[in-house]
């Protein structure tokens, strides 16, 4: 039986990458098209669906309920696609590296770079396996991983890329139904985005409350997402406060996708790292140029930390 509907194959490609950037621009710059082409994909897809998938104000889009939902399907579909694609192909030899990540890390500060090292290093194939568990990498056959982890596994090469750094963020809109006289607790207390709970490792908004001193919240509003990358899309459009981790929203800060209410920034003993497994043989020449680059794209200097 033949699937369908399917929506034009290479808008969806197109779609992911705008979506993910929150720019059409940076999209453009990606995939190597114009603005224009990037726009005409996107309305193509939206008349063919029937509803709209961004919301587009000025110079800044965002994504609407339907646009975000739809994202988070086509995003992880395509990920399937390219990891069944890479099991055929097998992965091996020179020019091919395995980067082995959470969904958080690759959407939020993996893939908007990725895209300078290839136009730079023809002929290198990246593959990008996706776990929340970083239980799992012992199962995985990879060459790096990147990770948020406040104890890493054995076996492993911890280098650090940046320390954990936790804040809560929220859309201007958001903000600006609050005055000059309201509280931190007035803009905790009406709606607060919460992690799920499956993900452990993550500071949860009890943890963040208790320790950086400020009264436990019951907001009035609470959505729950099990899905790092999407909380923040629901923050972007404006349903809630989440909690942030530096770095992976660097880039919405600065575009203006999301701003700080309050100042307050929690800083724990655990850090985002680059994990290498240390029964790897020879490490090809290409895992180790990607390295390098890997860590010249960070503020400062990495400090590595040892073997477990």
């Known amino acids: 039986m033949r699937i369908k509907p399917l929506p034009p194959m290479n808008s969806l490609i197109v779609f992911e990458a705008a979506a993910r950037h929150l720019s059409f621009t940076k999209a453009a710059d990606e995939l190597t098209v114009t603005q224009g082409a990037i726009s005409r994909q996107i309305r193509q897809l939206e008349e063919y669906l029937g509803k709209e998938l961004f919301i587009r104000s000025n110079r800044n889009i965002s994504l609407t309920p339907t646009g975000l939902q739809y994202y988070q399907t086509i995003y992880s ?3 399937n696609v390219a990891q069944a694609t890479a099991e055929i192909k097998k992965w091996q030899g020179e020019h091919q590296i395995t980067v082995a990540t959470t969904n958080a890390m690759a ?9 300078s090292f290839q136009q730079n290093n023809e002929g290198v194939d990246l593959r990008i396996l996706t776990t929340e568990n970083i239980l799992d990498l012992h199962k995985m056959d990879f060459d790096l991983a990147l990770f948020y982890c406040r104890i890493p596994p054995a076996r492993m ?3 650090t890329l940046f320390p954990e750094e936790v804040f809560p963020v929220c859309s201007s809109s958001y903000l600006a139904q609050f005055n000059a006289e309201s509280t931190p607790e007035d803009i905790f207390a009406k709606a607060l985005l919460y992690l799920d709970d499956s993900q452990k490792d993550w500071i949860t908004w009890a943890e963040w409350f208790e320790a950086v001193n400020y009264p436990a919240v019951k907001p009035k509003n609470r959505i729950n997402i099990n899905n790092y990358p999407m909380l923040l899309q629901a923050a972007i459009n404006g349903q ?4 942030a981790w530096g770095s992976l929203v660097d880039d919405y800060l600065k575009s203006g996708a999301l701003v700080r209410p309050v100042e307050t920034v929690l800083r724990t ?3 985002f790292s680059m994990l290498e497994p240390t029964d790897k043989g020879i490490i090809p020449s290409s895992v180790k ?8 794209q960070l503020p400062g200097k990495v400090g590595q930390k040892g073997l477990n």
């Open 157 to 159: 090469k911890v280098t």
């Open 289 to 296: 140029h990607f390295r390098s680059w890997l860590l010249d």
């Open 77 to 79: 579909s395509l990920l």
């Open 107 to 115: 959407a939020l500060w993996l893939l908007p770079k990725v895209a």
């Open 240 to 243: 809630g406060v989440a909690l």
């Open 269 to 271: 003993e655990a850090n």
